[in-house]
Protein backbone atom coordinates (compact mmCIF):
# COMPACT_ATOMS: atom_id res chain seq x y z
CA UNK A 1 0.00 0.00 0.00
CA UNK A 2 1.26 3.41 -1.06
CA UNK A 3 1.17 4.68 2.65
CA UNK A 4 3.91 2.57 3.57
CA UNK A 5 6.58 4.35 1.20
CA UNK A 6 5.68 7.72 2.61
CA UNK A 7 8.52 7.95 5.22
CA UNK A 8 10.89 6.66 2.38
CA UNK A 9 9.63 9.19 0.08
CA UNK A 10 9.71 12.21 2.59
CA UNK A 11 13.57 11.26 3.84
CA UNK A 12 14.28 11.27 0.07
CA UNK A 13 12.97 14.47 -0.69
CA UNK A 14 14.51 15.70 2.68
CA UNK A 15 18.02 14.38 0.64
CA UNK A 16 17.21 16.26 -2.07
CA UNK A 17 17.04 19.40 -0.83
CA UNK A 18 20.52 18.86 0.53
CA UNK A 19 21.63 18.41 -3.04
CA UNK A 20 23.64 20.66 -5.13
CA UNK A 21 23.77 23.22 -2.89
CA UNK A 22 25.93 24.25 -0.45
CA UNK A 23 27.72 21.93 1.63
CA UNK A 24 26.93 23.94 4.57
CA UNK A 25 23.45 24.23 3.96
CA UNK A 26 20.64 20.87 3.84
CA UNK A 27 17.76 22.95 2.62
CA UNK A 28 18.98 23.79 -0.78
CA UNK A 29 17.40 22.89 -3.45
CA UNK A 30 19.08 20.43 -5.91
CA UNK A 31 20.75 22.03 -8.79
CA UNK A 32 20.33 21.65 -12.60
CA UNK A 33 17.22 22.31 -14.36
CA UNK A 34 15.03 18.89 -15.30
CA UNK A 35 11.89 20.07 -15.98
CA UNK A 36 10.01 18.88 -12.87
CA UNK A 37 8.87 20.74 -10.34
CA UNK A 38 10.16 22.01 -7.65
CA UNK A 39 10.28 24.50 -4.60
CA UNK A 40 12.94 26.33 -2.80
CA UNK A 41 12.68 25.06 0.94
CA UNK A 42 11.30 28.08 3.02
CA UNK A 43 13.63 29.62 6.13
CA UNK A 44 13.81 27.98 9.03
CA UNK A 45 13.40 30.08 11.84
CA UNK A 46 11.84 27.96 14.22
CA UNK A 47 14.85 26.86 16.76
CA UNK A 48 17.12 23.75 16.72
CA UNK A 49 14.79 20.97 19.30
CA UNK A 50 17.62 18.31 19.27
CA UNK A 51 21.26 17.71 18.39
CA UNK A 52 23.75 15.13 18.34
CA UNK A 53 27.59 16.80 17.84
CA UNK A 54 27.43 19.11 14.88
CA UNK A 55 24.25 17.96 13.85
CA UNK A 56 20.77 19.19 15.06
CA UNK A 57 17.15 19.19 14.17
CA UNK A 58 15.09 22.47 14.01
CA UNK A 59 11.18 22.17 14.91
CA UNK A 60 10.48 23.49 11.53
CA UNK A 61 12.22 20.39 9.73
CA UNK A 62 10.40 17.65 12.41
CA UNK A 63 7.31 19.06 10.87
CA UNK A 64 8.27 18.67 7.90
CA UNK A 65 8.91 14.87 8.00
CA UNK A 66 5.83 14.20 10.11
CA UNK A 67 4.16 15.01 6.85
CA UNK A 68 5.51 11.87 5.54
CA UNK A 69 2.91 9.97 8.49
CA UNK A 70 -0.96 10.06 7.77
CA UNK A 71 -3.01 12.67 9.71
CA UNK A 72 -4.36 9.90 11.74
CA UNK A 73 -1.45 8.16 12.60
CA UNK A 74 0.39 11.04 13.56
CA UNK A 75 -0.79 10.92 17.44
CA UNK A 76 1.40 7.95 18.52
CA UNK A 77 4.66 9.71 17.61
CA UNK A 78 3.04 12.61 19.88
CA UNK A 79 5.00 11.34 22.86
CA UNK A 80 8.69 11.47 23.66
CA UNK A 81 9.59 8.12 22.77
CA UNK A 82 7.79 8.20 19.09
CA UNK A 83 9.78 12.21 18.64
CA UNK A 84 12.66 10.28 19.46
CA UNK A 85 12.61 7.60 16.97
CA UNK A 86 11.79 9.81 14.37
CA UNK A 87 14.79 12.77 15.18
CA UNK A 88 17.19 9.98 15.41
CA UNK A 89 16.17 8.84 12.13
CA UNK A 90 16.50 12.32 10.56
CA UNK A 91 19.84 12.73 12.20
CA UNK A 92 20.75 9.69 10.87
CA UNK A 93 20.35 11.01 7.32
CA UNK A 94 21.77 14.20 8.07
CA UNK A 95 24.81 12.37 8.50
CA UNK A 96 25.14 10.37 6.03
CA UNK A 97 24.01 13.11 3.82
CA UNK A 98 27.18 14.76 4.90
CA UNK A 99 29.15 11.73 3.84
CA UNK A 100 27.42 12.01 0.61
CA UNK A 101 28.79 15.49 0.00
CA UNK A 102 32.61 14.53 1.11
CA UNK A 103 32.62 11.79 -1.47
CA UNK A 104 31.18 13.82 -4.32
CA UNK A 105 27.76 12.47 -4.71
CA UNK A 106 26.06 15.13 -4.42
CA UNK A 107 27.64 16.37 -7.44
CA UNK A 108 27.06 13.87 -9.77
CA UNK A 109 24.33 14.89 -12.41
CA UNK A 110 22.33 11.48 -12.04
CA UNK A 111 21.81 11.86 -8.87
CA UNK A 112 20.77 15.47 -8.63
CA UNK A 113 18.25 14.30 -10.89
CA UNK A 114 17.25 11.48 -8.96
CA UNK A 115 17.26 13.82 -6.02
CA UNK A 116 14.54 15.97 -7.68
CA UNK A 117 12.36 13.27 -8.30
CA UNK A 118 11.97 11.76 -4.70
CA UNK A 119 11.62 15.25 -3.93
CA UNK A 120 8.77 15.23 -6.41
CA UNK A 121 7.42 12.11 -5.03
CA UNK A 122 7.34 13.51 -1.30
CA UNK A 123 4.79 16.43 -2.73
CA UNK A 124 2.72 13.37 -4.73
CA UNK A 125 2.76 12.05 -1.18
CA UNK A 126 1.53 14.40 0.65
CA UNK A 127 -1.27 14.92 -2.20
CA UNK A 128 -2.29 11.42 -2.08
CA UNK A 129 -2.78 11.67 1.95
CA UNK A 130 -5.08 15.23 1.35
CA UNK A 131 -6.92 12.83 -0.91
CA UNK A 132 -7.37 10.44 1.73
CA UNK A 133 -8.17 13.17 4.93
CA UNK A 134 -10.45 14.30 2.55
CA UNK A 135 -12.83 11.01 2.04
CA UNK A 136 -12.31 9.81 5.85
CA UNK A 137 -14.11 12.50 6.82
CA UNK A 138 -16.67 11.93 10.28
CA UNK A 139 -19.22 12.30 8.09
CA UNK A 140 -18.47 9.41 5.25
CA UNK A 141 -17.35 7.05 8.17
CA UNK A 142 -20.78 7.37 9.61
CA UNK A 143 -22.67 7.42 6.40
CA UNK A 144 -20.44 3.66 5.35
CA UNK A 145 -20.70 2.78 9.05
CA UNK A 146 -24.84 3.17 8.60
CA UNK A 147 -24.99 1.66 5.01
CA UNK A 148 -22.92 -1.39 5.91
CA UNK A 149 -24.75 -2.54 9.27
CA UNK A 150 -24.51 -5.90 8.16
CA UNK A 151 -21.36 -6.32 8.20
CA UNK A 152 -20.52 -5.29 11.90
CA UNK A 153 -23.56 -7.75 13.17
CA UNK A 154 -21.93 -10.16 15.57
CA UNK A 155 -22.96 -11.82 18.57
CA UNK A 156 -19.75 -10.64 21.29
CA UNK A 157 -19.19 -11.30 25.02
CA UNK A 158 -17.27 -9.39 27.23
CA UNK A 159 -16.07 -11.77 29.39
CA UNK A 160 -13.10 -12.38 32.26
CA UNK A 161 -12.61 -15.73 33.23
CA UNK A 162 -9.58 -17.63 35.91
CA UNK A 163 -7.67 -20.42 34.71
CA UNK A 164 -6.32 -23.06 36.71
CA UNK A 165 -5.21 -26.84 36.17
CA UNK A 166 -7.07 -29.01 38.88
CA UNK A 167 -10.91 -29.15 39.32
CA UNK A 168 -10.18 -28.85 42.84
CA UNK A 169 -8.81 -25.60 42.66
CA UNK A 170 -11.69 -24.50 40.19
CA UNK A 171 -14.06 -25.34 43.14
CA UNK A 172 -11.95 -23.93 45.66
CA UNK A 173 -12.20 -20.69 44.02
CA UNK A 174 -15.29 -20.50 42.60
CA UNK A 175 -16.38 -20.79 46.21
CA UNK A 176 -14.74 -18.24 47.48
CA UNK A 177 -16.25 -16.05 44.56
CA UNK A 178 -19.54 -17.31 45.87
CA UNK A 179 -19.03 -15.68 49.04
CA UNK A 180 -18.01 -12.31 47.95
CA UNK A 181 -14.54 -12.76 46.94
CA UNK A 182 -13.64 -9.85 44.07
CA UNK A 183 -13.05 -11.77 40.87
CA UNK A 184 -10.19 -9.79 39.40
CA UNK A 185 -8.79 -10.42 42.67
CA UNK A 186 -8.76 -14.29 42.15
CA UNK A 187 -7.67 -13.97 38.60
CA UNK A 188 -4.93 -12.44 39.90
CA UNK A 189 -3.98 -14.62 42.48
CA UNK A 190 -5.24 -18.13 40.82
CA UNK A 191 -5.18 -17.55 37.08
CA UNK A 192 -2.43 -19.45 35.00
CA UNK A 193 -3.23 -18.13 31.43
CA UNK A 194 -0.71 -15.18 31.57
CA UNK A 195 -2.12 -12.86 29.19
CA UNK A 196 -5.38 -12.09 31.20
CA UNK A 197 -3.76 -12.91 34.70
CA UNK A 198 -2.28 -8.68 34.85
CA UNK A 199 -5.18 -7.53 33.89
CA UNK A 200 -7.86 -9.34 36.04
CA UNK A 201 -8.52 -12.13 33.98
CA UNK A 202 -10.27 -9.93 31.93
CA UNK A 203 -10.89 -11.29 27.97
CA UNK A 204 -12.21 -8.52 26.51
CA UNK A 205 -14.68 -8.49 23.70
CA UNK A 206 -14.27 -11.55 21.20
CA UNK A 207 -17.18 -13.55 19.51
CA UNK A 208 -17.88 -17.58 19.65
CA UNK A 209 -15.60 -18.38 16.74
CA UNK A 210 -12.99 -17.06 18.46
CA UNK A 211 -12.65 -19.30 21.85
CA UNK A 212 -12.27 -23.04 22.41
CA UNK A 213 -16.18 -24.71 21.73
CA UNK A 214 -16.92 -25.60 25.39
CA UNK A 215 -15.51 -22.16 26.66
CA UNK A 216 -17.75 -20.27 23.61
CA UNK A 217 -20.51 -22.84 24.28
CA UNK A 218 -20.85 -22.14 28.28
CA UNK A 219 -19.77 -18.06 27.52
CA UNK A 220 -22.67 -17.37 25.31
CA UNK A 221 -25.24 -19.16 27.23
CA UNK A 222 -24.77 -17.07 30.30
CA UNK A 223 -26.51 -13.88 31.24
CA UNK A 224 -24.87 -10.84 31.73
CA UNK A 225 -23.54 -10.40 35.30
CA UNK A 226 -23.41 -14.32 36.02
CA UNK A 227 -20.34 -16.48 37.21
CA UNK A 228 -19.87 -20.67 35.67
CA UNK A 229 -19.45 -23.24 37.57
CA UNK A 230 -15.79 -24.84 36.55
CA UNK A 231 -15.77 -25.64 32.65
CA UNK A 232 -13.24 -27.71 31.18
CA UNK A 233 -11.49 -27.12 27.93
CA UNK A 234 -8.06 -28.74 26.77
CA UNK A 235 -6.26 -25.88 28.80
CA UNK A 236 -7.71 -26.55 32.19
CA UNK A 237 -10.98 -25.66 34.07
CA UNK A 238 -11.98 -21.93 33.67
CA UNK A 239 -14.34 -19.96 36.20
CA UNK A 240 -16.31 -17.20 33.59
CA UNK A 241 -17.95 -13.98 34.54
CA UNK A 242 -20.12 -12.18 31.21
CA UNK A 243 -19.73 -8.57 31.76
CA UNK A 244 -21.48 -7.35 29.22
CA UNK A 245 -23.18 -9.03 25.59
CA UNK A 246 -24.11 -7.32 22.14
CA UNK A 247 -25.20 -8.58 18.69
CA UNK A 248 -23.43 -5.42 16.92
CA UNK A 249 -19.56 -3.94 16.73
CA UNK A 250 -19.83 0.20 17.59
CA UNK A 251 -18.63 2.71 15.33
CA UNK A 252 -15.60 3.94 17.26
CA UNK A 253 -14.35 0.04 17.36
CA UNK A 254 -14.40 0.18 13.68
CA UNK A 255 -13.47 3.31 12.56
CA UNK A 256 -9.89 3.28 12.03
CA UNK A 257 -10.48 0.62 9.46
CA UNK A 258 -13.48 2.09 7.57
CA UNK A 259 -10.89 5.48 7.30
CA UNK A 260 -8.53 3.13 5.35
CA UNK A 261 -10.58 2.13 3.34
CA UNK A 262 -12.63 5.24 2.07
CA UNK A 263 -8.83 6.92 1.92
CA UNK A 264 -7.45 3.63 -0.20
CA UNK A 265 -10.64 4.12 -2.51
CA UNK A 266 -10.28 7.96 -2.77
CA UNK A 267 -6.77 7.25 -4.17
CA UNK A 268 -7.92 4.51 -6.04
CA UNK A 269 -10.52 6.28 -7.63
CA UNK A 270 -8.60 9.49 -8.13
CA UNK A 271 -5.63 7.51 -9.93
CA UNK A 272 -7.84 5.44 -12.17
CA UNK A 273 -9.34 8.35 -13.59
CA UNK A 274 -6.14 9.79 -14.29
CA UNK A 275 -5.01 6.56 -15.88
CA UNK A 276 -7.97 6.62 -18.27
CA UNK A 277 -6.73 10.15 -19.68
CA UNK A 278 -3.02 8.93 -19.82
CA UNK A 279 -1.81 8.74 -24.05
CA UNK A 280 1.47 6.74 -23.30
CA UNK A 281 3.74 7.43 -26.78
CA UNK A 282 7.21 6.07 -26.12
CA UNK A 283 10.01 8.31 -28.66
CA UNK A 284 13.40 8.69 -29.33
CA UNK A 285 15.62 6.18 -27.95
CA UNK A 286 12.39 3.97 -26.10
CA UNK A 287 10.50 4.29 -29.70
CA UNK A 288 9.24 1.00 -30.52
CA UNK A 289 11.14 -1.11 -33.49
CA UNK A 290 9.34 -1.18 -36.75
CA UNK A 291 7.51 -4.39 -37.48
CA UNK A 292 7.96 -5.10 -33.71
CA UNK A 293 5.36 -7.20 -32.20
CA UNK A 294 2.71 -5.12 -29.95
CA UNK A 295 3.25 -5.02 -26.23
CA UNK A 296 1.73 -7.74 -24.14
CA UNK A 297 -1.41 -6.36 -22.44
CA UNK A 298 -0.63 -6.08 -18.05
CA UNK A 299 -1.89 -9.46 -16.91
CA UNK A 300 -5.32 -8.96 -15.58
CA UNK A 301 -6.46 -9.40 -12.11
CA UNK A 302 -7.63 -12.90 -11.05
CA UNK A 303 -11.56 -12.74 -11.05
CA UNK A 304 -13.31 -13.25 -7.38
CA UNK A 305 -14.88 -16.75 -7.47
CA UNK A 306 -18.73 -17.27 -8.17
CA UNK A 307 -20.57 -15.59 -4.89
CA UNK A 308 -17.66 -14.07 -3.90
CA UNK A 309 -18.00 -10.37 -2.90
CA UNK A 310 -16.02 -8.45 -5.78
CA UNK A 311 -14.43 -5.91 -3.01
CA UNK A 312 -13.55 -8.16 -0.86
CA UNK A 313 -9.54 -7.42 -1.06
CA UNK A 314 -10.37 -3.85 -1.08
CA UNK A 315 -12.84 -3.99 1.52
CA UNK A 316 -10.46 -6.38 3.94
CA UNK A 317 -9.13 -2.97 5.74
CA UNK A 318 -12.97 -1.84 6.82
CA UNK A 319 -13.45 -5.98 8.38
CA UNK A 320 -14.71 -5.91 11.52
CA UNK A 321 -11.93 -7.13 14.32
CA UNK A 322 -12.94 -9.01 17.75
CA UNK A 323 -12.19 -6.42 20.45
Known amino acids: MFRASLPIALAAALFAFGCGGTS ?3 DTAPAGGTGTASAPAPADDSGVVARSGDHTITKNEFE ?9 ARERYNTDRGRKSIIERMLLNKI ?3 EAKTKGITEDPLVQLAA ?7 YVAAFTNSLQ ?3 ATDEAVTAYYEENQQRYAREMVKAKHILVKELATAKEVKGKLDTGAEF ?8 TDPGSKRRGGDLGWFTKERMVKPFSEAAFAMEKGAISDPVESKFGFHIIQVDDKRSQQPLEEVRAGIERLLGSNSVKDYTDGVRKTLSVELVGEFAP ?18 GADAGDA ?5 EPTDK
Open 116 to 122: QAAANKA
Open 289 to 306: EEGAAPAAEPTKPVQPRE
Open 314 to 318: EKKAA
Open 96 to 98: MLT
Open 64 to 72: AEMLAIPKR
Open 24 to 26: GSS
Open 184 to 191: AAMAKEYS
Open 133 to 135: DDS
